[in-house]
């Protein structure tokens, strides 16, 4: 390689990792894996150790990660976050522990292990006790003050718990933001429901979650931590790393407890084979294993270089790619009606199970991988779950490649396909769309829709297979002599299914509307869109100003709403809907008096005696007034039932009125 070469490769990895570290830890983005960037940095790293004179105090491996996002105020670590040097084997493993035993001039190092989360790494600063600061790692040095938003973590403490311990004058606690693998398929599967994309993946939530600018998504988002390092300590002391996790859950910090006491670096290679094994059925996404020198005084001996510290190491976990061909782009169509490209692969194994198909979430990723059918590509399972098409190898192109084209019209209706401007998804509007009419006809009679017990999946799939039913309105149609007829339905079933279809006539207007599944559309905002129209007919004909001005209704949804109401299929399907006797119960709140509960806002925590927590809700919705599921400085009252969590402690921060229950039910009773 000539100089004028080297020169050129490494600032050109230099701009790609910067690029890289911009989008992970700013943009919580990232185009490629993490196999893929530790491939980059390995190079980089390795050009540079043969030529050191060619470091530069702006390389990449001289820093940690990125700047802070100017959206944020900034915090300087008073001690750096270091970021850690990777291994990606046990010779490299074996690597670090010769040369930490080397430099120490002992035979054996007591280590500990620990899961490596895959997360957010954050600074919490308590003094005295109390919660103080909040910040991000940014780029080691200085992050993000995210305190607003850390505070909405339940489990992140704002006092410290003190049994009988000293309280630190001052405690910099290092730990790693995450949310648990059920929570997210949990809330995917609700987005999924409301007409929106789901999330990519675990990692990019919660950091997206944590910059949020408004704390309230934050607080609807399932963030936990676990902490594992500490920066400046003042009053308290600990000799050790395994004493540190001892002492963090004592004070009402979470430690992850799945960590060993490890007698040499083949204790440190057992932890990581049994972490492999494990990996898939932990809660949480790890990918490697952090060793880390038990003693203290040892680490100071240590020290570190600019980038990382010279007495810990992360074991990363085998990349679990795999090389296929892009056979074909199908295009499946959901419940929402959304068209999402789904890739053909030739079959192939990826940490032991066979892949044939992988979602390509829509266009815009096409184009941004560049894939093409025919190509070969790059699996992996995302998650160690979702199959995913990471990327394409154009290097291996001949020429029959072919790009792919999303259809403009919808595959199973024919109905022309929409896309909203700013919006990745294009979407069939057609109700009725026989590829959506199962899943379509489940939601519109879910609970928070018409909540038409007794109509499950495997009578929905009877009624759509025998073509009884192609749309939502054929429910109504439905008699006693054709539901006996149905598969494990006697009489008796099918006269109280005729009892709840008949009551399901006349439901709030806001269920019917969430039940129609227009995009974008959850529960609580058709509640907000019932309130302001008093009508289906009134709300179709609303101008997208009038529904901008609806609260939680932005530009895209009203959009969406327009694109609606304006498809001749669901014009039709509302005009059967009222044939078949749909007389929804308007929801405006009118003819309020004056001084009752309009636009004050509540938040609801612990348990109520008299009222479930719906029913409260529902009685302040009645009156005008507004519910939220978290506390900021708009919250006019918190009322706390038996055993309230952290709302309460929030909203005596803010100085919020807190009401308990039979302070509440006197306000409602004033007001009425």
Known sequence: MTEHSLHQEIEKLRNEIERHNHLYYVEANPEISDAEYDALFARLRDLEAAHPDLITPESPTQRVGAVPSQAFGSIEHSIPMLSLANAFDEEELLDFDRRVRSSLGVEEILYVAEPKLDGLSVELVYENGRLVSGSTRGDGRVGEDILANLKTIGSIPLRLRMHGEAVPQRLEVRGEVYIERAAFRALNHLRAQQGLDPFANPRNLAAGSLRQIDPRVTAERPLSIFCYDVGKVEGVEMASQHALLELLPRLGLRANPLYRICHGITSVLVFYHEMIARRNSLAYEVDGVVAKVDDFALRQRLGSIRRSPRWAIAGKFPAEHAITTLLDIDVSIGRTGVLTPVAVLEPVRVHGVEISNATLHNEDEILRKDLRIGDRVVIQRAGDVIPQVVRSLPELRNGTERRFMMPTTCPACSSTVYRAEGDAAHRCLNASCP???????????????????????????????????????????????????????????????????????????????????????????????????????????????????????????????????????????????????????????????????????????????????????QLVKSMGGLVSSSVTQSTDFAVCGEKPGSKAERARELGIEILNEAQFLKLVQDHA
Request: aromatic content about 4%; charged content about 20%.
């Open 435 to 617: 590829a959506r009419l199962s899943q379509s006809i489940l939601h519109f009679v879910s609970k928070g829709a018409l909540d038409i017990e007794g109509i499950g999946s495997k009578l929905v799939d009877q009624l759509v297979h025998r073509g009884l039913v192609r749309s939502p309105a054929d429910l109504f149609r439905l008699d006693r002599e054709t539901l006996i007829a149905l598969e494990r339905m006697g009489p008796t079933s099918a006269d109280n299914l005729l009892q709840r279809l008949e009551r399901a006539k006349s439901s709030p207007l806001s269920r019917l509307l969430f039940g129609l599944g227009i995009p974008g559309i959850g529960a609580h905002s058709a509640e907000n869109l019932a309130r302001r129209f008093p009508s289906i007919d009134a709300l179709a004909a609303a101008s997208e100003a009038e529904l901008i001005a609806v609260d939680e209704i932005g530009p895209l949804t009203a959009h969406s709403i327009l694109a609606f109401f304006r498809n001749p299929a669901n014009a039709a399907l509302l005009v059967d809907l009222e044939t078949v006797g749909i007389s929804p119960i308007a929801e405006m709140t009118v003819a309020i008096e004056e001084g009752a509960l309009v636009g004050r806002r509540f938040v609801f925590t612990g348990t109520l005696a008299t009222l479930t927590r719906q029913d409260a809700s």
